[in-house]
């Protein structure tokens, strides 16, 4: 029985980690006038595989995304927080509440990409669990982002920041 309660387990957190269910990457509309496209997106890793990642900019929220996601928001130039969260699951540690900033500093006329990498290692006593946000080359991000699923930014955010 146990080995079937794991069966039933595993098979639904795969189904958590199927991701959203927009289309498929394709090039958003250009930015409106004075603005600047900004991309987001999540690398595969079975750490943190089955929970969504929360997303701001300037401490307002625009997008939640799992493994297989993207997301994309226009911002005006100057300077910006990059910001991600993982909203809170019961049993979390305290290391879980610790955000990960990056400054962005937009120009016109230009396209950043942004990508949020999870990983488990082993060093030394015990077990490390590690997330990085950094920015990505375009060639390299276009590449990685093709097969993602678009997860719309919040509605609010519709024109941007």
Not at 38 to 67: E, G
Not at 146 to 161: N, V
Request: hydrophobic share 40%.
């Amino acid at each position: 029985m146990r080995r079937f309660g794991l069966l039933v387990f595993g098979l639904a957190l795969s189904g958590c980690a199927s991701g959203g269910n927009g289309p498929v990457f394709t090039e958003p509309p250009p930015p409106p006038s004075g603005k600047v496209l900004v991309y987001i997106y999540r690398d595969f890793n079975a750490a943190f595989s089955v929970r969504n990642a929360a997303f701001y900019i300037d401490d307002k929220k625009f997008a939640d995304l799992l493994p297989t996601d993207y997301s994309y928001v226009y911002v005006t130039p100057g300077h910006h927080l990059l910001r991600e969260h993982w909203p809170y699951w019961p049993g979390d540690l305290a290391l879980m509440f610790q955000n990960v900033e990056v400054p962005l500093e937009a120009k016109p006329g230009e396209t950043y990409y942004y990508r949020l990498s999870t990983g488990v290692g082993g060093a030394g006593a015990g077990l490390t669990v590690e997330w990085n946000l950094q920015q990505v080359p375009a060639d390299q991000a276009r590449s990685e982002l093709a097969g993602k699923h678009l997860a719309p930014a919040d509605p609010k955010m519709k024109d941007g920041f």
